[in-house]
């Protein structure tokens, strides 16, 4: 009989402790951060965090802009002219599609510390280094006429 008992203790212990352990790392990852990108019907491309219970909601969202130059780069959401909060509600019916990213993307180490940016220009897009200087290059880009 108290081999009977001895089993049954050794085998919830075991058991409680394999428990805790499947518990745990489902909470990790269901909690952690996850990545996406999302193609709207206009052909808009964004990327940010997903959230947990409202999938439309993005937090820290990114977007490309082409330059007159045609070079692409990465912009957040938060510093656009209006400067609107740091998260965004997309419309359900206008998502054509949406993918989540690798951690090691470098779009997601971009939206993780925008300041230790590692794209080169291998990569096809590239950070906007300095946007003041980019947008004066935007507005003195602009071709001058001559007026005769």
């Given at each position: 009989?108290?081999?009977?008992?001895?089993?049954?203790?050794?085998?919830s212990i075991l058991s409680g402790f394999f428990f805790g352990l499947?518990?745990?790392?489902?909470?990790?990852?269901?909690?952690?951060?996850?990545?996406?990108?999302v193609v709207l019907e206009?052909?808009?491309?964004?990327?940010?965090?997903?959230?947990?219970?409202?999938?439309?909601?993005?937090?820290?969202?990114?977007?490309?802009?082409?330059?007159?130059?045609?070079?692409?780069?990465?912009?957040?959401?938060?510093?656009?002219?209006w400067r609107p909060k740091n998260f965004i509600y997309l419309n359900q019916n206008k998502i054509v599609f949406w993918s989540y990213l690798q951690d090691d993307s470098p779009v997601v180490n971009f939206i993780k510390n925008p300041r230790n940016f590692p794209l080169t220009s291998s990569q096809g897009v590239q950070p906007q280094a300095n946007q003041q200087t980019n947008q004066q290059n935007l507005t003195t880009s602009t071709p001058q006429r001559n007026n005769q």
């Open positions: 009989m108290f081999k009977k008992i001895n089993f049954y203790f050794m085998f499947i518990i745990l790392f489902l909470f990790t990852n269901l909690f952690k951060p996850k990545y996406v990108m206009g052909g808009n491309i964004y990327f940010g965090e997903v959230g947990l219970f409202f999938r439309n909601k993005l937090k820290n969202p990114v977007f490309i802009v082409q330059g007159q130059d045609g070079n692409l780069s990465l912009q957040r959401f938060s510093e656009a002219v």
